[in-house]
């Protein structure tokens, strides 16, 4: 995909994050329109995974430690064939498998999580499983930066570097924002990149947003052989529309009718204008 192209996609994938969770009048905003632009990198240009080879044991793993942003990773499965897009009109209502928060009964979905701190440690596993199969696919997890503080990531996080998985890549979506407030007065992370260096991780910044930097950082990985790596993407919360950026309310607040079409005004925008450019 050209460098536009991957960029119309992440504005679509913003208008199909809102309508859906307004549709469903449910579901966590601001961490799914962060992190999407992640996402779209990394299934449309780095994932070696697809419906056909989805139980090739051979294909690469994406196991989405924040699992509650499932909005995000719904849409970009639907965009990939893995399901219908018209089942995410059943989203979070009764009886509908489409959850808010990622679960195996989804085609395309590899773990269930949403427990923060349990899709490092899964990643872990399933990298360590690799080595010792002989397989050559790689395991991707995305982390939050309010969920890092959790303790069973630093048990995997030393465990990775212990077993030398390079064939393992964490992003971690640094919004700077959690449930309650900003992640540096609930429970300071950083120096997050001087922390896992230290346990034996090799660490790059990336802007978030910048999908040629996403794609570059994804694509050099593993940065030191014999090292995990941890792409750490600045990142903003609610990323898209302005009234939402920055916001903690947007953690899991779902716009009302006037505020959905402020937003689709300003995504429609911002498509013109990428088309024109
Ligand atoms: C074990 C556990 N504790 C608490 C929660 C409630 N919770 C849901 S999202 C969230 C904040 C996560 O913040 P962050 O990882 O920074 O996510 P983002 O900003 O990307 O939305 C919390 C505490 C949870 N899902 N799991
Ligand atoms: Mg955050």
Redesign the pocket.
């Given at each position: 995909m050209t460098e536009k192209e991957l960029a119309i996609k992440s504005i679509e994938y913003r208008r199909k994050i809102l309508t859906y969770i307004s549709g469903a009048n449910a579901g966590?905003t601001?961490?799914?329109l962060?992190?999407i632009d992640i996402l779209n990198v990394l299934y449309n240009e780095i994932l070696n995974v697809c419906p056909e080879s989805f139980s090739s044991p051979e294909r690469d793993r994406y196991i989405q430690s924040?699992?509650?942003?499932v909005e995000a990773l719904y849409v970009v499965l639907a965009d990939k064939g893995f399901f219908p897009e018209s089942d995410l009109n059943t989203l979070c209502k009764y009886t509908s498998h489409y959850i808010g928060?990622p679960t195996r009964k989804i085609n395309g979905i590899e773990q269930n999580t949403?427990?923060?701190?349990?899709g490092l440690p899964m990643s872990v596993g399933t990298a360590l499983a690799a080595k010792m199969d002989g397989h050559n696919y790689r395991v991707f997890t995305l982390?939050?930066?309010?969920?890092?503080p959790?303790g069973s990531n630093w048990e995997a996080i030393l465990l990775a570097a212990h077993y030398k998985l390079d064939n393992l890549c964490a992003v971690l979506?640094?919004?700077?924002?959690?449930?309650?407030g900003p992640?540096a007065e609930v429970c300071n992370i950083d120096p997050v990149d001087q922390k896992f260096e230290s346990f034996g991780w090799a660490v790059r910044h990336v802007d978030g947003h910048n999908l040629k930097q996403l794609k570059e950082a994804f694509e050099e990985m593993p940065y030191t052989r014999g090292k995990p790596s941890l792409i750490i993407a600045h990142?903003i919360?609610g990323k898209g529309v302005s009234y939402m950026e920055n916001e903690i309310k947007w953690?899991?607040g779902v716009p009302n009718k006037q505020q959905f079409t402020l937003a689709m005004e300003e995504l429609n925008n911002a498509y013109t204008a990428l088309q024109l450019g």
């Amino acid at each position: 995909m050209t460098e536009k192209e991957l960029a119309i996609k992440s504005i679509e994938y913003r208008r199909k994050i809102l309508t859906y969770i307004s549709g469903a009048n449910a579901g966590h905003t601001g961490g799914s329109l962060s992190c999407i632009d992640i996402l779209n990198v990394l299934y449309n240009e780095i994932l070696n995974v697809c419906p056909e080879s989805f139980s090739s044991p051979e294909r690469d793993r994406y196991i989405q430690s924040k699992g509650h942003s499932v909005e995000a990773l719904y849409v970009v499965l639907a965009d990939k064939g893995f399901f219908p897009e018209s089942d995410l009109n059943t989203l979070c209502k009764y009886t509908s498998h489409y959850i808010g928060h990622p679960t195996r009964k989804i085609n395309g979905i590899e773990q269930n999580t949403g427990a923060l701190g349990h899709g490092l440690p899964m990643s872990v596993g399933t990298a360590l499983a690799a080595k010792m199969d002989g397989h050559n696919y790689r395991v991707f997890t995305l982390l939050g930066d309010g969920e890092l503080p959790e303790g069973s990531n630093w048990e995997a996080i030393l465990l990775a570097a212990h077993y030398k998985l390079d064939n393992l890549c964490a992003v971690l979506d640094y919004n700077s924002l959690q449930i309650t407030g900003p992640t540096a007065e609930v429970c300071n992370i950083d120096p997050v990149d001087q922390k896992f260096e230290s346990f034996g991780w090799a660490v790059r910044h990336v802007d978030g947003h910048n999908l040629k930097q996403l794609k570059e950082a994804f694509e050099e990985m593993p940065y030191t052989r014999g090292k995990p790596s941890l792409i750490i993407a600045h990142t903003i919360k609610g990323k898209g529309v302005s009234y939402m950026e920055n916001e903690i309310k947007w953690h899991h607040g779902v716009p009302n009718k006037q505020q959905f079409t402020l937003a689709m005004e300003e995504l429609n925008n911002a498509y013109t204008a990428l088309q024109l450019g």
